[in-house]
């Protein structure tokens, strides 16, 4: 598990914005199981090289006219029970850390992985982002 001092600055960058933290299962329950609406879940984590990049952009993806319902995200290493039970919405993706997944009416409509946000630029990553919001939201 990852120390609160390295985290609570990756945190505080999504919360900051509006972003509700799930840091246990029964608050990724309590937002994954509505069947009506669209949520968006970052799962962040510490790569530099991969999370450095979807914060940004998810951030970028928050001003757009179209956008989800509730912005939420879990930590992974460190939210452990609640990045686990996030995932099991996510299947049959594998674990990916950082990852966003978009939801809609219960349902997993839009994934991004870790491998499609390495090497992007955030602003490739947030317009993926935004096709996906027009589509869907």
Do not use: W
């Not at 940004?56 to 993806?61: G, H």
């Amino acid at each position: 598990m990852y120390p609160e001092e390295l985290c609570a600055p990756m945190r505080e960058d999504l919360t900051s914005i509006g972003f509700i933290e799930m840091k246990d299962p029964e608050k990724v329950s309590e937002i994954l199981d509505k069947k009506e609406g669209s949520v968006l879940v970052m799962i962040n984590s510490v790569c530099g090289c991969a999370a450095g990049n979807a914060r940004p952009a998810v951030k970028m993806s928050t001003t757009y006219s179209k956008t989800p319902d509730i912005f939420a995200t879990v930590f992974a290493g460190q939210d452990i029970g609640a990045t686990a039970a996030a995932r099991e919405y996510m299947l049959p993706y594998p674990p990916s850390s950082p990852s966003i997944a978009l939801f809609k009416d219960g349902d997993l409509v839009h994934f991004i992985e870790r491998h499609h946000i390495e090497g992007r630029p955030a602003e490739m990553i947030a317009e993926n982002l935004q096709q996906a919001f027009n589509e869907y939201c």
